[in-house]
């Protein structure tokens, strides 16, 4: 049979028909709909949360009113409407009953779910009825990431730590990126000497009052150097950018230790270069002797301010120079042609602060007993920010420290272990070599040779394995080495062909010299000579009151016991070990060159010391 045309235009107008009909009727079904009372109203969740254990918006509320009573069973579900926990089931006593819930971002084994967009589904039992809300809850635990562009520099130039204050007395401009935070601080932490918050900076105002919280990215502030109005105190600070986002994670740009301050795990460098180094005066002396009647290139910076300098001779009273000069820099001073062998202690103060730095000068003429001075530790235990993180350089933390660096104090134990026995050696009219251990460390043996006795004078905690070896050596062979200071020799170093130390390693049960020393002693020592077959005591009374800290010797490798000093419980503290054909004398109170200057007994005992350095 076959289809006129007029067939198909009478089946193609009832199908229109018969759309327009449903039409009409879906229409009408909607509005009937639409206009039935809810089973769920007032619906009410937490829009985003973090559920990471820091007490800031850690769990998601939910509440809803539920139209008639009912079993009502609430659980999560995932962006695909996979159940992930199932938060409680209760039932309504009445009518337009509100349900409360809470959520603490955890599955039903426990563990915290993966960042993203959660739903409620709500069950009425009683009507038979699933519903998921399409409003849901999104968890996110993902912190800002926030970061300081730069500090006192361009963007993305490698400089090392900006220095305040400024020569010009303006403050250092701050560039900080915060997107994806919607809160933002920028506060300043000193890290060294005594870590703690400083200062809070002021951001710029929004340019729209109704969002106060966007911010123009990146963001610049100042800092001017100043806490609480007045100067901040010498040190080592770092910038840090806060974050703080909906769910209210808090994203930093450094890390933080757990004192709530920012530190770095040993051997790592805090992120990014945002630290800023305050000081007002310091002095980057020679690392090596400089030869009497020689000129010393001494660096002096004083923020371009004028200042008073004066150059002293330790070990000798009244050798003194003085001068001003208009500005800092690289500055000459001529050494005395002096014969004899010293350390001087240059001096440079201003209208602002002042530093100090000791200076080795090597005599005209050759002496029997060498003094070797421990920068690469007094280096080490420098609070000096190398790289610009905001952390100082420091072996002990196991960082990398270039050996030419400024003091703004003096070195660690100069003014209680080296000056006061290079006092004494002056009072007492001895004569020495200095050298100090970087020179050591270049040229080995060749230090050593032609010496009697060397007196390492100070705490000296690093020094290269080859430095090591040639000090073992020469007490080997024939030398006398004699130490004072504690925690002596214990730790390597590396040693680049640029002068940076490198690699330090942990403390060794033994030191160089086949000592083992133990923990300090506290409080006031009483020690007494218990055996002498070298004439260590000659000239004591054979006690020494009154010092402390010591440290006691507990053992020995590869030599003998010629002589000892030891506490009422029988604890070794002072001893001189046969070493080969040589002799190491341990003086474990690194105050006796102090006590020495009015202690009888204490400077006859270095007096004894001088004598077997000089056979």
Known sequence: MLTTAADLRRASAAVFAALVAATFAAFFLAQRLKHEPTLIQHFRTTRVFSPNGDASKDTADVSFVVKRRDQVSVAVVDATGDPVRDLF???????SERVLGVWDGRDDSGRRVADGLYRYRITLRGQGRNIVYPRGVRVDVTPPRPRVLSVGA??????????????????????VDARGGLDLRVRVFRTAPA???VARLALPVPEDPATPRRRPHPVRVTWNGRVGGRPAPPGTYVVVAEAVDRAGNVGRSVRFGPA???????GRRLRGRTGITVRYAAVEPPAVP?????VATIGIDLRRRPYRWSLRRVDVRGAERVGHRTRGGAQRFLIPPTRNSGVYLLRAAGDRGAANAPVAVQGTHHRRVLVVLPVMTWQGRNPVDDDGDGEPNLLEHGDAVRLHRVYSGLPATFSTVTEPLLQWIGQARKHYDITTDLALARAGADALRGHHGVLVAGDMRWLPAAAQQALRRYAQVSGTVATIGVDNLRRLVRLTPGDVLTGPTPPAAFDALGLRPGRLLGGDVTLTNAKDEVGLFRGTSGEFTGLRPT??????RGGTLAASAVTPDDRTVIAAVRMGRGLIIHLGAPTLGSRALHD??????LQSTWTLLSR
């Open 154 to 175: 361009p963007t993305g130039r490698a400089a090392p730590a900006a220095i305040l204050p400024q020569p010009s007395g303006a403050g250092l401009p701050i560039v």
């Open 290 to 294: 400089v030869p009497a009647g020689h």
């Open 89 to 95: 089931t209760r039932t309504t006593r009445r009518d």
């Open 260 to 266: 709530g301050r920012p530190q770095a795990p040993y």
């Open 551 to 556: 440290e006691p010797l507990l053992d020995v």
């Open 600 to 605: 009888p007994q204490a400077a006859a005992l």
């Open 195 to 197: 870590p703690a918050p």
